[in-house]
């Protein structure tokens, strides 16, 4: 068995942008002086924002930011993976199609013909739909924005050679452990902590604002209970309906959980 | 002549160190360019469709994801806009934070320019990581006050990308008078730091190449403009944002997915390089003291002067972050309670890329009827194909493709587009005859 960590041979890596705001490439271009560590211990191969560019080798981890949303990145997500040992989303563009999923089931073809006045140069699919949607993935690492920590601890967990592994627990979990007071409880403020993933230190509870779920649904998340608790708050259902349909709407517990009020109307 | 018809033809087809994704097609037909079309393919993402019917209090939290290298400007845009509808007085302490969490965003975004994307070009790099071994002490010296610049966006909003502080009436939380001392300290330590980056990026021999062009910036009266200020332009428009429509229209090329802005018909630049055109007199004298030293004439009409542009305004921005916080206190509230109304309302704020403008018409429950927005680099687009036309024919269209490509990418990155933001960008291909 192989225990060395002198690396030898560098894993190539390639970072990939789909339909996304950028904002998770960050957590790997604001690494400061991690990020040139980083260059000395993997080869990147491709990552256009940074500069390498190199879409069609083989790479031993391919990291995949955004949706797809164009019938063009179907051909290429597949491109991709079929180039790729290992594919890791990062995001919630690319783990639930992000917050221009919020066109699904919508999508009104008006809309290009509202912006655009020369539609038929505009191609764009009725859905925005994640990675996992399209191709095999073979880790997830959620949050809108990802965070430089997330994303060392999984370079870390590869350079090593175990699997990389990541908090699905509450955010209410951590925002115990920091000892925030629960905003929910002391303010009556309708937050999201108690579905939401964990993995961002409870960021809004420390500000004294409610989660809104940019880091999408944590396991086990009792969205009726929580949908029951919003309702007794006084939320309407189409306020309700609007917290779980945001940031991570296509993810299938919080569509679940929209859906189910939408269908009960006044429940 | 005796010269041989030549077609040539180069397609760039995904432009590395922009923001986000677009091609460039050039056609040079018996050394004339006939095809320049810069082509943004970001998919589009119906931003202004989706924000229809949904509350006030979302809007920030929603609007930071048209980008994450610039959510503060697309924050406290909407958020400006809002309050100004709302009738909100905000509290002269978020007024002032307001405007030291926006230098973050330049600070950040600026040096993240200047050493990961631009510079790399000006030293024979394909990047960064090649940068940093032969100018390991500059891209170090970049890195650290491009951190800088994302812990006073973390002060405020408790991350860098996509912060979570904004609240329209104001912040959701005050900082400690601790955390703000010891960023002060930060911010004392960076000056000298961003003073030698600015006789640094002076040094980098640029191509002379000067071009006429309407500058358009945000005015104000008492400082630099960045999140407050009227439109103002190089030929003497002075304008409140509400009267944006009156003079500047969006137009769609089938080429892009991004809208082309127009200025009374005409492209026209906006960014660091149009600023400080038009406002190089509010700066502090020690900024303008260093802008002396750098040689830089002013208004400059060569584009290649944007690297050194946003240099001195980093040097800006720690300026004025440290004066507002050196009179920081922890207020009473940070925020003060609103009241929806109805109606139709505008924001605008210099973006790092340059002007960011919204519209937002409102319902009397808060909820958006429809929103519109014009980023930086929707704007910037007409101008950057202009400029790569009148670029390519002083270098000389003689020269090898690859020499063509290299060139009008270092012109295209002068720009800084943010090709997520633009949301409705570079590939080039070159044709010649």
Known sequence: ?267 | MTEQKKTVSIHVPVLARVEGEGALDLRIDDGAITELRLRIFEPPRFFEKFLEGRHYTEIPDMVARICGICPVAYQVTAAQALEKLFGVELDPWAHAMRRVFYCGEWIQSHSLHIHLLAAPDFFGCNNAIELARIAPDEVRRGLRIQALGNELMDLFGARSVHPVGVRIGGFHAAPSLSRIQALREKLRTALPEAEALIRWAASIPVPQDDQAFISVALQHPADYAIERGDIAASDGLHIAAEAFDDHFAEVHEPHSTALFSRYHGQPYLVGPLARLNLNHARLPARVNALLAESGLLLPSRNLFHSLVARAIEILLALHEALRLLDAYRVPDSPWVPVTPRAGITTGCTEAPRGLLWHRYEMDAAGCVVNARIVPPTSQNQGRIEEDLRLSLLNFGLDHPDDALRLHCEKVIRNYDPCISCATHFLRMNVERS
């Open chain 1, 1 to 267: 068995m192989n225990t060395s960590t002198a690396h030898p041979i560098k894993p190539r890596v390639a970072v990939h942008k789909f339909s996304s705001c950028d904002g998770c490439q960050l957590a790997i271009l604001n690494l400061g002086e991690d990020l040139l560590k980083l260059a000395e211990r993997v080869e990147l191969v491709h990552f256009a924002e940074a500069g390498p560019l190199d879409p069609d080798t083989d790479v031993d981890v391919a990291f995949v930011e955004g949706s797809v949303s164009t019938p063009e990145d179907i051909e290429r997500i597949q491109h991709i993976r079929a180039h790729s040992k290992l594919l890791i989303a990062i995001g919630a563009c690319a783990t639930a199609g992000g917050i221009q999923g919020l066109r699904n089931g919508v999508f009104d073809a008006q809309w290009v013909t509202q912006i655009y006045s020369h539609p038929e140069a505009i191609a764009s699919l009725e859905r925005s739909t994640p990675i996992a949607g399209h191709v095999k993935v073979d880790f997830e690492l959620w949050g809108c924005p990802v965070s430089g920590p997330q994303m060392l601890a999984v370079v870390n967990s590869l350079l090593l050679g175990v699997a990389p592994h990541d908090n699905a627990d509450k955010v209410c979990t951590e925002c115990k452990r920091q000892g925030y007071p629960c905003i929910m409880v002391t303010r009556g403020i309708a937050c999201m902590g108690p579905v939401t993933r964990a993995g961002c230190g409870a960021l809004c509870p420390s500000l004294g604002r409610d989660c809104y779920g940019c880091y999408g649904p944590a396991e086990n998340a009792n969205t009726d209970a929580l949908a029951a608790q919003f309702a007794r708050q006084g939320l309407t259902p189409q306020a309700i309906v609007q917290r779980f349909q945001s940031i991570n709407s296509q993810a299938p517990v919080f569509l679940a959980a929209a859906d189910k009020i939408r269908m009960n109307g006044h429940d």
